[in-house]
């Protein structure tokens, strides 16, 4: 009950501030799904990753529903956190298209209350409410919401906050656990976003003498080993796909113009560089206001055309999205609004926030009058078999011919004289028995993928996936034998699995020691 009295005011707080967003979250309430450029794809994705999921695959890396049929090792390289999430809600009987709508909502949500909290380190209400309704209702960020449907990308964007706060809460545990999560979010914010959190820390270590060494490193090293069994096989596995050789998109078609930059970004830089010029924000005292809008100038620069000559330079590759940049608007203007109210005084304060909520309000109500909406029904995901990705980037090295149609046999007897009996199959494992009259050979129409092995009578068997089909091919020998395919960890994968377990563990301990991080997310 104290805790409760404590914390009433933040609470009250809360509960208002969701009432303030509830406009950004209306579409998520309705039947069906908007149309968008990748949300479609992430939720076919999803229903297969709860096959996988379902039939004992964990972590899950190969989705055999996929790829028409033929498997394809998605989440081995994409972002799975979306998924794990998503898959909570499944779980506790919420269907496939409102599980990832669920995780869409509170990342939207989320984000808010976390960059209120983050900023209440700093600032008074007022300001913190203010810069937390910035970043929600920021044109870029909508429109990954409502336009791309990039649902991994929104998830990064609520993480994101939620590590800069407990930064200031120093909080071991929340700030790994958090760095861990930003990686499995979304793979290249992922990249994008912790070069700023190692910047932010360094910042406040060398100006305020607040963050430790041994923070740093203990927050940073725990992140990555929270994480390893997601983003090591990612990069030493890359090699067996053709990504590197897919020209995925062009990058140049993708600057973001001023109405996805948005004009509420130019005014709040504007005005922070007349309250720096005007020595209103002071460049000794305010380090971190300098700090992020020489980050904000910079990305906002980066996402437009004027950046392209850059671009040639730059791994366009990796990054895809020249506008991905705005991201990291969304966190330095947050900042920035925040900074402008709170040196601003009387009608011109008034009238700053007022401009800022008008410039706002406008592109929010006319992208919401954009949405359009479909109800194709959860089984049109739970049953789609594409690849989920724009040029089949993932696709196997060994993979010549590109399936185009759906397996009709999962097995079949390519050369000899027999049959197939007794066929049980689940993504991670196909079981059968052949009846041959002669050594023959068994195609199983599964793509080979590091991890997939055979036992014919429980003895262990080559696999051969040199065909164009790149699917496995095995001899088995006259009679009756029972075949039996398992898809297993690498070696390598088991090292990341322990990785990833031993820093959850050693990070549960080292919070359970040191008294001043506690678990409590709503102290200090």
Request: glycine share 6%; proline share 4%; net charge positive.
């Amino acid at each position: 009950m104290s805790y409760l009295k404590q914390n009433k005011n933040n609470i009250l707080i809360i509960l208002f501030l969701i009432v303030v967003m509830l406009p950004a979250v209306f579409p998520l309430l309705r039947e069906g799904f908007f149309v968008t450029d990748d949300a479609e794809w992430m939720i076919i994705r999803f229903s297969a990753f709860h096959e996988a999921f379902r039939d004992g695959q964990f972590p899950v890396r190969f989705l055999g529903r996929l790829n028409h049929g033929f498997g394809y090792p998605a989440p081995t390289f994409l972002y799975p956190g979306f998924m794990y999430i998503a898959e909570i809600f499944h779980l506790l009987g919420v269907e496939f298209l409102e599980s990832i709508k669920m995780v869409i909502l509170f990342s939207i949500v989320l984000s808010g209350i976390f960059t209120f909290f983050w900023l209440r380190k700093f600032f008074t209400l007022l300001p913190s409410f203010i810069g937390a309704i910035v970043y929600v209702y920021s044109p870029y960020h909508l429109y990954d919401v409502y336009v791309r449907g990039s649902v991994g990308e929104v998830l990064a964007i609520a993480v994101l906050p939620f590590i800069l706060w407990q930064i200031e809460r120093k909080s071991v545990f929340w700030t790994a656990l958090s760095i861990g999560l930003l990686i499995l979010s979304h793979n290249i914010l992922a990249a994008m976003f912790v070069p700023l959190i190692v910047a932010y820390m360094i910042l406040d270590w060398y100006v305020l003498k607040k963050t430790q060494t041994h923070f740093f490193i203990q927050t940073v090293f725990f992140g990555l080993g929270i994480s390893s069994f997601f983003w090591i096989p990612a990069l030493t596995e890359l090699r067996h796909t053709v990504f590197l050789d897919t020209n995925i998109s062009d990058w140049s078609r993708y600057f973001a113009d001023i109405n996805l930059i948005g004009t509420k970004t130019l005014a709040v830089l504007l005005f922070a560089l007349i309250s720096m010029v005007s020595k209103k924000i002071s460049i000794k005292k305010h380090r971190l206001s300098v700090f992020f809008f020489i980050v904000g100038t910079l990305v906002v620069f980066m996402s437009s055309v004027l950046s392209m000559f850059i671009w040639k330079f730059f791994p366009v590759q990796f990054i895809q999205f020249p506008y991905r940049f705005l991201s990291i608007a969304l966190i330095s203007t947050a900042f920035l609004m925040a900074v402008n109210i709170t040196v601003l005084t009387g009608v011109r304060k008034k009238f700053f926030i007022g401009l800022v909520v008008v410039i706002l309000a406008i592109p929010f109500f006319a992208r919401m009058r954009a949405i359009e909406f479909i109800d194709k029904g959860n089984g049109f995901y739970a049953t789609n078999n594409a690849t989920t990705t724009i040029h089949d980037e993932y696709m196997p090295v060994w993979v010549k011919e590109i399936p185009m149609t759906g397996v009709y046999n999962k097995v079949e007897i390519i050369n000899g004289d027999g049959g197939v009996k007794d066929l049980i199959v689940t993504n991670d494992m196909i079981k059968f028995t052949t009846d041959i009259k002669s050594t023959a050979v068994a195609r199983v129409n599964t793509i080979y993928w590091p991890g997939w092995k055979v036992s014919i009578n429980q003895v262990p068997a080559d696999l051969d996936y040199s065909n164009k089909k790149g699917v496995m091919d095995i001899k088995v020998p006259r009679g009756l034998s029972v075949v039996e395919l398992t898809f297993d960890e690498t070696l390598m994968r088991m090292f990341a699995n322990t990785v990833s377990m031993t820093s959850m563990i050693f990070l549960i301990l080292i919070a359970l020691i040191n008294k001043k991080n506690k678990f409590l997310l709503w102290n200090s």
